[in-house]
């Protein structure tokens, strides 16, 4: 949201009100329609980074959100998966291989906001919604056994809406003001994003591997057809995530392959527009797994069982849970 689209919110409300075409009970506060315009344009929901960036990890997932400041609350469900596809190709360097990258994700967002921080619309409530379809293609490059490196180019759609219930005469007329624009609005984006993983790889006694990965990723979004003028659905950010990762194979066996447990700690440094969105740069979330191990690629998966995360943040916090999915093609 520029200083521009809220200088024009404000015009607009005075031109109406002189005009005599909305009552004088809607008369504001200068500062609770700041408050008001704050929120619209912190639409966490509306960020087609939301999905990559909180999503959980790779299989099918669900994580649940809730924000300090004013309880409002977030939801993602997410289907989807990353793995490399055959046998390593050597590159005529020596020691150097490559195989290709392939992934996918499909994912639903949804959240609720009850205005409780907007005095003019207290007592009325309005959900949010995005579905997103995202694919990535890339190539590892294991420059040793345990190091590599895996840059990948990725594209996300989605559509963003919302439903607005008023429930106040003042919120009413409001709706009807700005249908479309601030109320009951939807939009369509599509998401560039360029990405680099570096990996180092390390296995103890067989049975004992630790893992540490850093991804950067940037998002450049473009904005295809909005119906509000004044939710700027265009932007760049990104995210720098650093994690430790514990993999333990357990002596027990079920359905002849190895169990698995273990986790990992990380921590996602975000910039750009998805920061100013949750109104912080830094999130860390905890991990922990009970996995089939040591699959072989049946059904082009290299393990399956069960995930489940604490996700923490200065201005929110959040859990998910659900299938951990590795692929092996």
């Not at 009970?25 to 087609?48: G, H, K, M, Q, Y």
């Not at 100013?276 to 040591?294: P, S």
């Amino acid at each position: 949201m520029t200083f521009v689209s809220r200088c024009q919110i404000v015009l607009q409300l005075a031109v109406a009100l002189l005009s005599g075409s909305v009552t004088t009970a809607l008369a504001v506060d200068p500062a609770e329609l700041a408050t008001f315009i704050r929120d619209f344009s912190r639409l966490t929901v509306a960020r087609s980074e939301t999905l990559a960036i909180m999503g959980g990890d790779d299989g099918f997932s669900s994580g649940f959100y809730t924000f300090y400041a004013d309880d409002s609350s977030l939801s993602i469900t997410k289907f989807g998966g990353k793995g490399v596809i055959g046998k390593p190709h050597r590159t005529g360097v020596s020691g150097i291989t490559w195989q290709p990258i392939l992934g996918g994700t499909v994912g639903y967002i949804s959240g609720k906001n009850e205005f409780k921080l907007t005095p003019l619309l207290a007592g009325n409530t309005e959900t949010f919604y995005t579905i997103a379809l995202g694919g990535e293609a890339g190539v590892k490059l294991s420059l040793t056994d345990e190091i590599s490196i895996a840059p990948t180019i990725g594209l996300l759609y989605s559509y963003a809406g919302s439903s607005f219930s008023p429930r106040t005469a003042q919120a009413s007329e409001l709706k009807q003001l700005y249908a479309k624009q601030l109320f009951d609005w939807d939009a369509q984006t599509i998401s560039f994003s360029p990405a680099v993983e570096a990996k180092y790889e390390k296995v103890y006694a067989k049975d004992m591997k630790f893992t540490f990965s850093s991804r950067y990723a940037w998002f450049n979004t473009w904005e295809i057809v909005s119906s509000s003028r004044y939710l700027d659905g265009e932007g760049s950010s990104s995210s720098w995530e650093n994690k430790i990762d514990l993999d333990l194979r357990l002596p027990v066996k079920l359905l002849g392959f190895p169990l698995h447990t273990g986790g990992y700690v990380s921590l996602d440094l975000v910039g750009g527009n998805f920061r100013e969105v949750i109104q912080t740069n830094a999130i860390y979330t905890f991990n922990g797994r009970l996995v089939l191990g040591d699959l072989g690629g049946l059904w082009n998966l290299d393990w399956l069982g069960l995930g489940l995360s604490y996700i923490k943040a200065s201005t929110f916090y959040g859990y998910s849970v659900g299938l951990d999915v590795r692929l092996k093609f």
